[in-house]
């Protein structure tokens, strides 16, 4: 978060901790990082919540552990405060990272948590707790779109990012010395639009199923054009962030489901604060 005050010195330190609320709703729990003077009379303040400090890089290893085990360990470790950690119900074999930041390290189990499960998990501060819920728990009952809380959008469809229809696993092989490689592939997606492949090192550690079965949840998950919409001058609703479910219906682009708006996720979420006036602008794929 940032925020401009009218200063002509610099007043609060940094690590001072900054709480924001619009009408008596939390917005942004955090601490100061940053102070920078522009002009007369004006200061201006970033501020970062807990993930911040997860940006620290470190080495771990861990064995038939779930996602909610490693954030409490990594909390413990850089001594954050946890909140609501919801069980996922998925435990990784086996998840060694050298070196990385503990912010990719979450990521990274987050994101292989998520295809393993076909769960969407979300992974955020909740004013000042680390919070991991289910997407299906983050959901804005008002629709955004036709005459409706949006004034700006533009729409994407895109296969440029993230989209893959070949999956290549390979697991390393001590005792031929050479890799052994398992592969899925779409031939209808591959015949439209090429051979799009993604390529990934498995743990030697996994058997033939459990390979060839991470190979089909990774091609279902990235075999498909990704839409992404985004909407600008949205009426603010200050719990709403990065991860929420928001229904969605703009007749323009044919956005609906048989007349009923249709789900997006959010990847990115804006709230802009000046004066009386609470706005904000979305970042959201089809969920």
């Known amino acids: 978060m940032s925020f401009t005050i009218v200063a002509d010195t610099i007043e609060i330190p940094q690590g001072s901790k900054v709480y924001c609320e619009v009408d008596g709703v939390g917005l942004f729990s955090g601490y100061v990082f940053k102070a920078?003077?522009?002009?007369?009379?004006?200061?201006?303040?970033?501020?970062?919540d807990q993930l911040r400090y997860l940006k620290a890089k470190a080495s771990y290893a861990f064995k038939a552990v779930s996602l909610t085990t490693i954030i409490k360990q990594i909390a413990s470790d850089f001594k954050l405060t946890v909140?609501?950690?919801?069980?996922?119900?998925?435990?990784?074999?086996?998840?060694?990272?050298?070196?990385?930041?503990?912010?990719d390290i979450i990521f990274d189990a987050l994101t292989e948590t998520i295809r393993q499960t076909g769960k969407i998990y979300v992974f955020y501060d909740d004013l000042g707790k680390l919070t991991l819920k289910e997407a299906n728990d983050l959901t804005w009952s008002a629709v955004i779109g036709d005459a409706s809380l949006l004034s700006q959008y533009s729409y994407t469809q895109s296969i440029d990012s993230n989209t893959y229809n070949r999956v290549k696993l390979v697991r390393p092989n001590e005792t031929t010395g050479r890799a052994d490689t398992y592969v899925a592939q779409d031939s209808d997606t591959i015949n439209k639009w090429g051979v799009l492949q993604l390529y990934k090192t498995v743990d030697k550690n996994m058997n033939r199923a459990q390979i060839e079965q991470t190979a089909l949840v990774y091609l279902a998950y990235y075999n498909k054009v990704w839409e992404t919409?985004?909407?600008?001058?949205?009426?603010?609703?200050?719990?709403?962030?990065?991860?929420?479910?928001?229904?969605?219906?703009?007749?323009?682009?044919?956005?609906?489901?048989?007349?009923l708006p249709q789900k997006f996720i959010c990847d990115k979420v804006t709230h802009t604060l000046q004066g009386e006036s609470h706005l904000m602008s979305l970042e959201v794929k089809v969920y």
Not at 36 to 48: D, G, I, M, R, V
Not at 83 to 103: A, M, Q, R
């Open 36 to 48: 920078e003077k522009t002009q007369a009379h004006s200061l201006t303040y970033t501020c970062y």
């Open 83 to 103: 909140g609501d950690l919801v069980e996922t119900g998925y435990k990784f074999p086996s998840l060694i990272k050298d070196n990385e930041s503990c912010l």
């Open 229 to 259: 919409l985004k909407l600008s001058k949205v009426v603010g609703y200050t719990p709403l962030r990065a991860g929420w479910i928001v229904p969605v219906m703009i007749s323009d682009i044919n956005i609906s489901l048989a007349g």
